[in-house]
Structure formats: structure tokens, C-alpha cells
């Protein structure tokens, strides 16, 4: 985000504040990760300090950990817990990531200059499978991310961005809010050919969700998949692409 920050030496503890990066760095340079949020649940079997959530971290817990690096997210994080970090003397390096080229350069950035390591090569792969120009699009999808109220993913989001590289457009990316509210109602209606109910923030299961919708079919769908940026784009990759395919066949 244009903040400087201190590293006299590649980091040889960091907290992540961000489950997708920590996944990322866990996956690539596990030796180095100290800490991580109660929501970072993967890999499985993560065996690190917990401090507290995403929008509620423990900032004295962080600190007792000694980091010489927080990995937090614009979108992801309070500002507030950011400046707090920073005033208390641990450096921050914040991402920004509302589109997949973005995350696949912030990831770059994260590994060969915060982190001092090479790029993992997941993210070779994923830079190769995601590359190449828009496809056509095969769907028009509608993403709940929450319900009561029911809020879905709009305008300039990683989200949305991600899905429309794998041929699915979202129904609502001309909205002027990234995350607006909405009713059942507007989102069951001509044009969207399906709604894609992840498991995350909210979570959609097969009893909950499914039943608000009576003209446009649902599909459960991994959040991890659609959301995350880091491992996750590998799998993402065949997925999205399936169903694409999919839907566009009726």
C-alpha cells in the first residue's frame, strides 16, 4: 500500500492475519510462521500460536510472539489493528488484492521481497493456468456471502474477478457497492443461471440456503475455492472451469 517496511533481515518469525496467505506461507516456508488467526485452518494440522480472529486479532498475544513480520489485508483487517502494530514497533506488510492478477503479483511480492524466499511452485503453476485472455462467458452467477441480512459479492472483488476468468459472469458487478445488500428475490431472477452458495463467510449447506431460491438452481461450492488466494488457485483452476462448462450446458 505504499508504507515502507523495516526488514533488516529476511523475517524469521511472522503472524499471519490473513487464512489464504496463511496457507501460502505455510505451505512454502513453514519454518518461518509463528502465528496465525483461529480462522486459519489450513493446512490442516497448522500447529501454531492462534491470536484471536481476523477483525479482532490479539495484538499483545502477536507481541508476546516476538514477529519480525504481520501479514495482514486491506480487505481482510482493521486499519486500526495495523497502525496499533505498527506504533507498538512490529512492522505490517499489507496486501491489497481485489482482482487474480493482483493476487498472483502480491503473492510474488510477499515470498521474493518480504519474505526473502523464491517463488513457490504453486505459484508458477497457478500463474500458468490462470494466464491467457478472458474466455467467453458461459454462465451469469449470483455469490451470497452472508444471509439475514443477504449480501453478495459485487463490484471490484478478487471474487468476482476470479470467476469471470473461468467464464462465469456475476450478476451483480455493476453494483456500486463491492458487497451489497439484497433480497432473495433480486437475486432469483431472469438473466442469473445459477447461485453459488460457498461455505464461507456464511455457511451454506444443503439445508440452509438452497430453499430460498425457486426459479434459479444453486450449487454448493467450496469458500476456500473462491475467495482464497494462494494454494487454493490450483484446484480453483479445475473447478471453476467444470463448472462453467456445466452450466453453460444446461
Not at 203 to 218: C, I, L, N, Q, S
Request: one cysteine or more; glycine letters at 6%.
Amino acid at each position: 500500500m505504499g508504507t515502507p517496511v523495516p526488514l533488516p533481515r529476511p523475517p524469521r518469525r511472522v503472524v499471519s492475519l490473513v487464512p489464504s496467505l496463511t496457507e501460502a506461507v505455510a505451505e512454502s516456508v513453514p519454518d518461518v510462521l509463528a502465528g496465525a488467526t483461529q480462522w486459519c485452518g489450513r493446512p490442516s494440522g497448522l500447529d501454531v500460536a492462534r491470536v484471536r480472529g481476523t477483525k479482532n486479532p490479539d495484538r499483545a498475544a502477536i507481541a508476546r510472539l516476538r514477529p519480525d513480520l504481520v501479514i495482514a489485508n486491506k480487505e481482510e483487517n482493521r486499519e486500526r489493528d495495523v497502525v496499533r502494530l505498527r506504533a507498538a514497533g512490529i512492522p505490517v506488510w499489507v496486501t491489497v488484492v481485489e482482482t487474480l492478477p493482483q493476487a498472483l503479483h502480491s503473492l510474488g511480492r510477499l515470498f521474493t521481497e518480504a519474505l526473502a524466499a523464491p517463488v513457490p511452485d504453486w505459484l508458477a503453476t497457478a500463474r500458468s493456468l490462470w494466464s491467457g485472455p478472458l474466455p467467453p462467458v458461459s454462465a451469469t452467477v449470483a455469490v451470497p456471502v452472508w444471509r439475514d441480512p443477504w449480501m453478495v459479492v459485487g463490484r471490484s472483488t478478487f471474487t468476482g474477478d476470479l470467476l469471470r476468468r473461468a467464464g462465469l459472469a456475476n450478476a451483480f458487478a455493476e453494483h456500486p457497492d463491492r458487497y451489497p445488500h439484497t433480497t432473495p428475490q433480486e437475486i432469483d431472477r431472469p438473466g442469473v443461471d445459477a447461485v453459488l452458495l460457498p461455505d464461507e463467510p456464511y455457511v451454506f449447506t444443503a439445508d440452509d440456503g438452497p430453499e430460498a431460491f425457486r426459479r434459479t438452481p444453486t450449487r454448493l461450492l467450496s469458500g476456500r475455492l473462491i475467495t482464497w488466494y494462494g494454494p487454493s488457485l490450483l484446484p480453483a483452476h479445475a473447478t471453476l472451469h467444470h463448472l462453467a462448462a456445466t452450466l453453460h450446458r444446461g
